[in-house]
């Protein structure tokens, strides 16, 4: 295997960025489409070298004292119909004349050099009294975007005060709705490393914790990530190294904000999902022609002739999956995490994350005469049980679940416990996107934890999951009894067939009990809602089930259909047991080594 730099994982990642964006927003108070060809001259001292202020071309010339006096509430529509397109005003030195050009920005430029990459930029270019209430349209059209773009200075706001706020305030959504948010700084100001501190201190101070900062331009807090650059008019002369490369042309600066989206996504199964969406997207208006306005009466006449009009709506649900999941067949997007555009993409990413420090043969602690990297390769592209696997490697071939694999692949900054018990119930659990107001209802494969009374300790509480037949979990109009099985919690080494999320949002390993004397019925009334099924009620930040009797089940998380429905069968199995009398020596012979008896 070649020398590992990580080069071909970090470009393959970028690729599958390249498909994924699409929209960035820019706001930027010195935005221009077309620099003027002659400025107005100032008849008065510029009030603010540092910073020249914007001033509308209008029909007479407004003298300092009389702009002063419009204000935001005083501004009427005939005042702004009077403000045209906004110039900047002529420096009359050398000195104003670079700081001014510092701070603009070609947004026609910048447009076009986003449109080459396939990405659509908006640009919002505020008014002097439309700064104070930005945040009107910045957060609607930032929940639309993927990437957010911000000038530090708005006109005279010199400290970034709005942007922090902006920024704090978007950081805090994003953590709230679990979404990756990738908000960028562009500025014309070279103390770019106070900006940093600033931006720190003040979400510390709106309650935004475990800020991480990467290096002096970089902040990153859980899925969101903050970066500041610097606009290439200041120029380079005179600047440090590490501020000069800080510095990025408008028609670099795609490249860049793509790299650093990556550097959030970068990821064998992330790549997979980011190329999903991005497949999801390309195809979007060829999924939407296929559900066009012709099908609705024959939708309608389907509706009219089932026994519960109401289970149609069901029906659209499942159609438009189906075709979700076709666009993803057919763009075969699960080879992001194989090979892909002529990438051993495993391979590469063995070798980034030997570049970035993991010392594969330290991990697996085998001798200098093996290829660490080709066996490592060899074991997780052909599997454990490869005849060609040497040294500890070949040793994975039996119980390579205890083996702790996981351990010897991941970051030693995270705990391989966690994460294989995250990935498993990404594999059984349905993930939960409903809004607040649209809460579960009790169905088959409904994890529930029973909370007994106050003062019983933890480890006296039970857990079920629900069996219900789907069709026995709706048009449900009086009280209608559930049947539960018990779920057993088990230690680190027992056998188990859940994981369940609980104790702190940690997961825990369960087992089914299918023994029928081990289950129960118990009576639920339906919801009040309307629904005619039995929906939860949010209590105190958790969702509680509560039966007839009062007993009350709290909410743990869905299983998805086919992990609910092995459930099912397996307990059908069970109560078709037959129990008969026959020859002991027909009995066992006819059980298998390690069979129950």
Excluded at 143 to 150: A, K
Excluded at 200 to 221: M, P, Q, S, Y
Excluded at 256 to 273: C, D, H, Q
Excluded at 460 to 471: A, E, G, N
């Amino acid at each position: 295997m070649t020398s590992p730099s990580g080069t071909d994982f970090r470009q393959h990642s970028e690729n599958v960025a390249r498909r994924f964006l699409q929209t960035v927003v820019v706001v930027d108070d010195r935005a221009y489409f077309d620099w003027p060809e002659s400025v107005s001259v100032p008849t008065t001292p510029v009030k603010s070298p540092a910073r020249p202020q914007f001033v509308g071309e209008t029909t007479t010339i407004i003298e300092p004292e009389e702009e002063s006096d419009i204000t935001d509430e005083a501004a009427t529509d005939e005042t702004l119909d009077e403000i045209k397109e906004p110039i900047v005003e002529q420096a009359r030195t050398d000195e104003e004349t670079s700081e001014d050009r510092a701070h603009v920005l070609d947004a026609k430029y910048l447009i076009e050099s986003f449109a080459e990459r396939g990405m659509a930029c908006a640009v919002l270019r505020p008014k002097k009294f439309e700064v104070d209430q930005l945040d009107k349209k910045v957060y609607p059209v930032a929940e639309r975007s993927d990437i957010v773009m911000l000038d530090w200075v708005l006109h005279q706001d010199t400290e970034g005060k709005k942007v922090t706020e902006l920024i704090a305030e978007m950081t805090k959504r994003a953590l709230e709705q679990h979404r990756l948010r990738l908000i960028v700084v562009y500025t014309g100001e070279l103390k770019i490393f106070d900006i940093v501190d600033t931006i720190l201190a003040v979400l510390k101070k709106a309650g935004v914790n475990d800020v991480l900062k990467e290096d002096d331009f970089t902040l990153v807090i859980g899925s969101v990530r903050i970066v500041v650059y610097v606009k290439n008019n200041v120029g380079g002369v005179g600047l440090s190294d590490e501020l000069r490369g800080r510095l990025v042309p408008a028609d670099q600066l795609p490249d860049r904000l793509i790299s650093e989206f990556t550097k959030m996504t970068a990821g064998l199964v992330s790549n997979v999902a980011l190329d999903s969406l991005a497949a999801l997207r390309s195809n979007t208006h060829r999924i939407l022609s296929k559900f066009n306005a012709d099908i609705d009466a024959p939708f309608l006449a389907h509706r009219a002739m089932l026994p519960h009009p109401e289970d149609a709506s069901d029906l659209l649900v499942h159609l438009v999956s189906g075709e979700l999941t076709a666009v993803l067949e057919g763009n075969k997007v699960g080879v992001a995490a194989d090979e892909s555009e002529g990438t051993d993409v495993i391979k590469a990413w063995i070798e980034m994350n030997e570049a970035s420090g993991y010392e594969f043969a330290k991990r697996f602690a085998v001798k200098e005469s093996i290829d660490v990297l080709v066996q490592l390769n060899t074991l997780l592209r052909k599997g454990v049980a490869n005849d060609t696997l040497l040294g500890k490697f070949k040793t994975f071939k039996n119980n390579p679940h205890q083996r702790e694999l996981t351990a010897q692949l991941c970051s030693s900054s995270k705990s391989a416990s966690d994460l294989d018990h995250e990935f498993a119930a990404l594999t059984i659990l349905k993930s939960d996107y409903r809004s607040e107001s649209n809460l579960p209802a009790l169905v088959p494969g409904t994890l529930l934890k029973e909370i007994s009374s106050s003062e019983e300790i933890e480890s006296s509480f039970k857990y079920w999951v629900c069996i219900q037949p789907v069709c026995d979990c709706v048009r449900i109009k009086s009280t209608r009894s559930f049947p539960l099985l018990q779920l057993d919690l088990v230690n680190d080494n027992g056998k188990f067939d859940l994981i369940l999320p609980d104790k702190g949002k940690k997961f825990v390993k369960a087992r089914v009990i299918y023994r029928p004397y081990k289950s129960r019925l118990e009576d639920f009334d339906p919801s009040t809602d309307g629904s005619e099924m039995v929906r939860a009620e949010a209590q105190s930040g958790e969702i509680y089930f509560t039966a007839k009797d009062g007993t009350r089940y709290q909410w743990l998380a869905d299983l998805k259909f086919e992990p609910a429905q092995r459930i099912v069968n397996k307990y059908a199995s069970e109560l078709a047991r037959v129990g008969l009398n026959e020859s002991e020596w027909l009995r066992r012979s006819a059980k298998g080594k390690g069979e129950e008896e």
